[in-house]
């Protein structure tokens, strides 16, 4: 048998196998009767949901606290939908998940678009300036045509435009700690954000100075669909007996978030609670606190004492991740990549032309935004085809998750879209390796009476993606590094655990150091395979050029000619 | 010497190809019977590989009658996949476009490899020499059993040794019946191989003379 028939049976057999996973999570995923889906920013920063600096394994925060007991009064089981902030509302909309919280503020425009319940937190913006500025700065108008950072799309972007600072002024980072990051660095000169947040994150640097003093008080809620009211109200209901039981007040008191403001949300102090390590940064021994619950991501680590015990079962799950998106994306980029190379060669105008299209508008477009389009508007147009369906139809797709059926795990959608748009470039790339198989194997297969596609399935494509192999090698190691795109739409890979331990132990520098020598390692293991198999290619007698044919002419002119 | 007989494998008449504007053949005339060998000789440029290119399908005539029967074409070095085996090589048709089955197609090739004397079935084309390419590639033609066996240029690439091997393989063919036509501008070799040898000058083929 030829080495490539071989390769391309075992990528069929590779390709079904993971087919049936996804159909097994996809329908895993969507029966979920008594589960309470929470959508939150696990990469967003403490004290709301984070990873554990101790155990990355696992997220927690004063909001899992809040949501673990609000799903324990409803006698239902919490489950986390990771989500990047600003997607969080998408995420609902898609139906992803029943509820937001995650320091969602109530706005006017926000309301608009979606339920807030009662608010469960009231805070208030404070200001965080270098530590030399400190006798300086006492307020807003202290820094009056000079830089403050702050969290994209928070409410304290607001604050700053009402008092009147301008667009080039207010600089907008994608992370809460970023903003108090830029501080210490000079490139502004002061950090706005929610008391809370200051105080996690700048009180313990001695770079930074807390300016006394909050103001513009503002208050956080749950978010759900408009249309689950009935949810909304349990929510509400569940909520406000934990205000009045003093069950949410000794969940702000452990967190040492608990102060006067509360009481004004009808929030009762409840017993006195001590504040546990946790809320005030990772500990310096690695020793993991006990007594913070939190949501076990997985099986709890290996309790190392030391920092690299901590976090190496989540790296590793994030290492697995990438490697699992590369090993599900590159195969199907590839096989579709010479797909379109073929459709491109095709006698068929029409054939050509929309390969043409497809490879020239998903190159021209950022893999980012196509990773968000296809994930948020995979659910919509689901829900739409599934209303349109024959009853027959819905019928067969309610084992699927009914019309939900196309709201596909994170993991899916990320690794689709990986391959989807790879296998635009590898289009091209196959596009040279046909052409660059000399003519005289087309005239050679068409002598011996072979059909235009005969010829391509036995001749022309095994020497074709033979000759491509090292680009095609090249892209491998190129998506294992864009692979980390996905981490936007919730997908937890290598960068996306790195950064998440990094903004929970503060080390974000050291942790994307890390990230950077896994990638490397993963980079060469990709590599390594390549040359791999283009020993074998060679053992095989390909590229032999005493064997070959003469390179002369042009492929494609033998297949234009030949319709 | 050999079986020749007057039965027509090939008959050519008329034969008009233009490229552009230009006119590569003007009218080409000439019929090969069993057991024939016709050595077409010719210039670079002079329309020798076209005029086989059209007699085995591969080009379309502008004007002309081609009568032929079941033709093999061997193309110039052969072109052998270099990605398959030897028996590979020879069984791709007999399988993909004959459709026989495995033990069919392996006796078929394993037949025609022997009919040139070539017993290293499990080789790489990289792996032969030039001369047992060039006989890969006959037999690769043989298998499907053609009756008329065009050659392009078989020797253009190959040392004196290697050409004598062809000459005795396309010898013992034609012995055997088969009607042949190459094309080649290699003197020595057509002066050796051929029954019948002919000129294409300005696109027209003229019989230089019969050779015993």
Redesign the interface.
């Known amino acids: 048998m030829s080495v490539d028939a071989r390769w391309f049976r075992v990528d069929l057999r590779a390709w079904s196998l993971v087919l049936v996973a996804m159909c097994t999570l996809s329908v895993h995923a969507t029966t979920h009767a008594q589960v309470l889906r929470w959508g939150a920013d696990p990469s967003g920063g403490a004290p709301f949901a984070f990873l554990d600096p101790n155990d990355p394994e696992r997220v927690i925060g004063f909001e899992v606290d809040i949501m673990e007991e609000v799903a324990r009064r409803l006698g239902r089981r919490l489950e986390l939908h990771r989500a990047d902030w600003l997607a969080l509302f998408d995420s609902l909309e898609a139906g992803r998940c029943d509820v937001l919280m995650n320091g969602f503020e109530v706005t006017e425009e926000r309301a608009q678009v979606a339920r807030f319940g009662a608010p469960y937190f009231r805070f208030g913006q404070q200001l965080v300036v270098r530590a030399a500025d400190a006798s300086a700065v006492r307020s807003l108008g202290d820094l009056a045509g000079r830089r403050v950072a702050v969290l994209n799309g928070s409410q304290s972007v607001e604050v700053l435009r009402e008092a009147g600072f301008p667009d080039d002024a207010i600089l907008q980072y994608d992370d809460s700690l970023a903003p108090y990051t830029e501080v210490a660095l000079g490139r502004a000169d002061a950090a706005l954000a929610e008391s809370i947040i200051a105080a996690y994150y700048a009180a313990h640097d001695p770079r930074l100075a807390v300016v006394e003093g909050t103001f513009a008080p503002g208050e956080y809620a749950a978010v759900t669909r408009v249309a689950d009211a009935a949810l909304a109200a349990e929510i509400d209901g569940a909520l406000a007996a934990m205000k009045a039981d003093g069950a949410l007040g000794e969940i702000l008191q452990r967190w040492g978030l608990w102060d006067d403001g509360q009481s004004a949300l009808g929030t009762a102090k409840g017993a006195p609670q001590e504040v546990f390590a946790q809320a005030r940064g990772p500990s310096a021994d690695g020793t993991t606190a006990d007594d913070t619950g939190g949501i076990a991501v997985s099986e709890p680590g290996s309790g190392a004492g030391s920092v690299a015990g901590a976090i190496a079962p989540a790296l590793l799950r994030g290492a697995w991740m990438t490697v699992l998106l590369t090993v599900i994306a590159m195969p199907l980029a590839t096989a579709a990549g010479l797909g379109l190379a073929l459709a491109r060669l095709s006698p068929r105008g029409w054939l050509r032309r929309a390969a043409v299209v497809y490879i020239t508008v998903v190159r021209g477009t950022p893999l980012l935004v196509q990773i968000f389009l296809v994930y948020f508007s995979l659910p919509v147009v689901g829900q739409w085809l599934f209303g349109a369906s024959p009853a027959f139809v819905q019928a067969v797709l309610e084992p699927f998750g009914g019309a939900a059926f196309l709201t596909l795990p994170p993991l899916f959608v990320g690794a689709l879209c990986l391959a989807a748009n790879y296998a635009a470039y590898e289009a091209e790339v196959h596009r040279a390796g046909l052409e660059a198989v000399p003519a005289v194997q087309w005239d050679a297969a068409r002598a011996l009476g072979l059909s235009r596609g005969q010829a391509i399935r036995h001749v022309i494509a095994p020497q074709g993606v033979r000759i491509a192999m090292p680009a095609i090698i090249n892209d491998l190691n190129s998506l294992i590094k864009d692979s980390c795109l996905v981490s936007v739409i919730g997908v937890t890979d290598l960068l996306g655990v790195c950064l998440g331990i990094g903004k929970a132990r503060f080390s974000v520098p050291e942790m994307l150091v890390v990230a950077a020598a896994v990638y490397l390692v993963l980079s060469i293991a990709g590599d390594l395979l390549g040359s791999w198999i283009e020993r074998r290619l060679r053992a095989r007698g390909f590229a032999a050029p005493q064997g070959s044919a003469v390179r002369q002419g042009n492929a494609a002119k033998g297949a234009e000619a030949w319709v | 010497m050999g079986v020749t007989s007057t039965r027509p494998m090939l008959e050519v008449r008329g034969l008009v190809v233009t490229r552009g504007s230009r006119a590569v053949l003007r009218g080409v005339d000439c019929g090969v019977c069993a057991g024939e060998r016709l050595v077409i000789l010719g210039d670079n440029g002079s329309g020798k590989s076209t005029l086989l ?1 059209v007699i ?1 399908g ?2 379309a005539p502008d004007r002309g009658d081609i009568r032929c029967a079941r033709s ?2 061997v ?11 030897v028996m ?1 090589n020879v069984e ?2 007999l399988r ?2 004959r459709g026989l089955g495995a033990e069919d197609s392996a006796r078929h090739a394993r037949a025609a490899l022997g009919r040139v004397s070539i017993d290293r079935h499990d080789a ?5 020499s030039g001369g047992q ?1 060039q006989r890969v590639a006959i037999a ?2 043989l298998a ?1 059993e053609p009756e008329v066996l065009l050659l392009d240029e078989p020797t253009s690439a190959l040392d004196a040794t290697a050409t004598a091997e062809v000459e005795r393989t396309l010898r013992e063919l034609g012995s055997a019946g088969m009607a042949i036509v190459v094309v080649t501008h290699d003197l020595g070799f057509a002066e050796r191989v051929a029954t019948r040898r002919a000129r294409l000058v300005d696109g027209v083929l003229r019989e230089v003379s019969a050779v015993a």
Do not use: K
């Open positions: 290119r085995a591969l080009d093999g074409l193309l110039q070095q052969g072109g052998l996949f270099p990605h398959l085996s590979r791709l048709a993909v476009v790489m084309p990289h792996e032969l390419q690769r033609a499907l």
